[in-house]
């Protein structure tokens, strides 16, 4: 299933094909598959070279441990995420390796790093879904999370579907509502904050 964005301007078709899915269909997700879902994360720029991320991940391969990220969500987010092909938890460190003082950009460069791996999920034909609705503390707790660490957000990732019986109606909706944005001179600012470009 797809939900290609109502573009403006041309932009480049991985942007276009990346969205946000709540009905997957039953493929899991290999290993291998997240591994290269990773490297793409781990070429994303990043303050300093810092590379402030890490990712938690479990695969529907292993049943007990997708059980136990699935557990660390929001229940409304589990509802869809628990037929997800794999989870995610993305965590960033808050303050620089090289010297120890707090960086203002690691959420920043952690988005950077996701966004990396959105689109090479896109290009094997998935989608990763992100989740603000985690709980930190149940994070925090079950993997060992170290000081300095943040839990940023969970990601669902899969094989998007348009099968979608075994949803709630209102997800049903979620999954065929189509995309939408603010246009670009709401955000795209000259001369003065607020003062549009075009
Ligand atoms: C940091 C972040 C947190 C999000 N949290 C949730 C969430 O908890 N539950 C959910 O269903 N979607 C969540 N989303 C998905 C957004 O709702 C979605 O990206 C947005 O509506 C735009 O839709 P699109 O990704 O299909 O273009 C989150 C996205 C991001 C980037």
Redesign the pocket.
């Given at each position: 299933m797809e939900?290609p964005a109502d573009t403006a301007f041309s932009v480049h078709e991985l942007i276009r094909r990346r969205?946000?899915p709540?009905g997957f269909d039953a493929r899991t997700v290999s290993t291998q598959t997240l591994l290269t879902l990773l490297e793409a994360a781990r070429w994303a720029p990043s303050s300093f070279n810092d590379q402030p991320w890490a990712f938690l991940v479990a695969t529907k391969e292993n049943e007990a441990e997708f059980r136990r990220m699935l557990d660390c969500l929001t229940p409304g987010?589990q509802l869809w995420a628990q037929h997800a092909g794999a989870l995610l938890i993305s965590l960033a460190r808050l303050h620089f390796a090289h010297n120890g003082q707090p960086n203002r950009h690691a959420m920043h460069d952690v988005g950077l790093a996701t966004e990396n791996l959105a689109l090479q999920a896109v290009a094997l034909g998935l989608q990763a879904?992100?989740?603000?609705?985690i709980d930190v503390e149940k994070i925090r707790s079950s993997y060992h999370v170290p000081e300095g660490w943040e839990p940023v957000?969970a990601i669902a990732v899969g094989y998007p579907s348009a099968e979608l019986a075994h949803l709630p109606e209102k997800l049903q909706q979620r999954q065929m509502r189509s995309?939408s944005r603010r246009a670009l001179s709401e955000f795209v600012f000259t001369g003065r904050f607020g003062e549009s470009l075009r």
């Open positions: 939900k969205w946000s709540v987010n879904h992100a989740m603000a609705g957000a995309r």
